[in-house]
T-cell receptor, first 111, second 115 residues
């Protein structure tokens, strides 16, 4: 089965620093990976999609990388703010137009 | 107004009861999904539908059934609820016309507790 692994431990960083979250996958490289943000009591919200043939994708303060050799995607938030505190989910294309989600990493940005 | 609306937001029920969770969407998307989320297990796919006449099992469909009443409506039923079905349930939609960028749009979720 296609698995996605994210660090289950919460990441605490100081405001203004860059947060880096990791997503590792198994088996074959997916056609794309997606990142979502989830706030408590709310549904996940799509942030970014990166394809297998793209090494990096940016959107405002967000950056995602895709390394098919390491079987890994990194998600960066630069100049982090307390409002960035949330759980971030990684998802891989798992065949048949379905997504397989990781368990998410909780990010806390402190003043 | 929310594009993907789930009702109810919270539900407490007893073991053995039949319960239905409803989802409606105004996005005009053809694809709809039901997921459940448990602490430490992440989101897991229960059922999905790519069109009104299309129903497919996900990875954890046992104990659940679905009905796609219209393009905009997709309901999830628990025929005989059991405590380990206590979870946060999400409905999601996607647009097949955007297949190369197929992202999901989620509702706000239904917290179900089975006692």
């Amino acid at each position: 089965s296609q698995k996605i692994e994210q660090n289950s431990e919460a990441l605490n960083i100081q405001e203004g620093k860059t947060a880096t979250l990791t997503c590792n996958y198994t088996n074959y490289s997916p056609a794309y990976l997606q990142w979502y943000r989830q706030d408590p009591g709310r549904g996940p919200v799509f942030l970014l999609l990166i394809r297998e043939n793209e090494k990096e994708k940016r959107k405002e303060r967000l950056k995602v990388t895709f390394d098919t050799t390491l079987k890994q995607s990194l998600f960066h938030i630069t100049a982090s703010q307390p409002a960035d505190s949330a759980t971030y989910l990684c998802a891989r294309e798992g065949g048949g137009n379905k997504l397989t989600f990781g368990t998410g990493t909780q990010l806390k940005v402190e003043l | 107004d929310a594009d993907v609306t789930q009702t109810p937001r919270n539900r407490i029920t007893k073991t053995g009861k039949r319960i239905m969770l409803e989802c409606s969407q105004t996005k005009g998307h053809d694809r709809m999904y039901w997921y459940r989320q448990d602490p430490g297990l992440g989101l897991r796919l229960i059922y999905y539908s790519f069109d009104v006449k299309d129903i497919n099992k996900g990875e954890i469909s046992d104990g659940y059934s679905v009905s796609r009443q219209a393009q905009a409506k997709f309901s999830l039923s628990l025929e005989s609820a059991i405590p380990n079905q206590t979870a946060l349930y999400f409905c999601a939609t996607s647009d097949s016309k955007d297949a190369r960028n197929e992202k999901l749009f989620f509702g706000s979720g239904t917290q179900l507790s089975v006692l």
